[in-house]
């Protein structure tokens, strides 16, 4: 974690802590946030954080040819979804939504 500056290293903490919070696995975390599934154990083990093993075990919609994450959002979000309309359809937490679209910076109704 010698990488990135106090303020990153900081920021990673609370994004990983949230999202930690809300009932997601390390795996589901790492997707959300762009970071590597290493990095958010790293995070769990530095600042002793709460993270659930394994997934959630629902299976997400099915993603299209090489499609990441941050593609489908941004691509509901110009379609004129809401942060509520793309968790539905791609069965995640509003706050990963809201969390997706601010790292890469998607506007998207309903982000306040």
Do not use: C, H, W
Request: cysteine-free.
């Amino acid at each position: 974690m010698g990488r990135v500056s106090k303020d990153e290293e900081d920021k990673n903490r609370r994004r990983i802590a949230m999202l930690a919070g809300e009932d997601m696995a390390a795996t589901e975390i790492a997707e959300a946030l762009g970071i590597s599934a290493v990095t958010v154990y790293r995070y769990r083990d530095k600042y002793n954080i709460p993270i659930k093993e394994g997934s959630r075990g629902r299976k997400p919609e099915p993603r299209e040819s090489g499609q990441s994450i941050n593609e489908r959002v941004e691509f509901l979000a110009k379609a004129g979804a809401t942060v509520s309309d793309v968790a539905l359809k791609l069965q995640m937490p509003p706050a990963i939504v809201r969390a997706i679209a601010k790292k890469f910076d998607i506007p998207i109704q309903g982000l306040n």
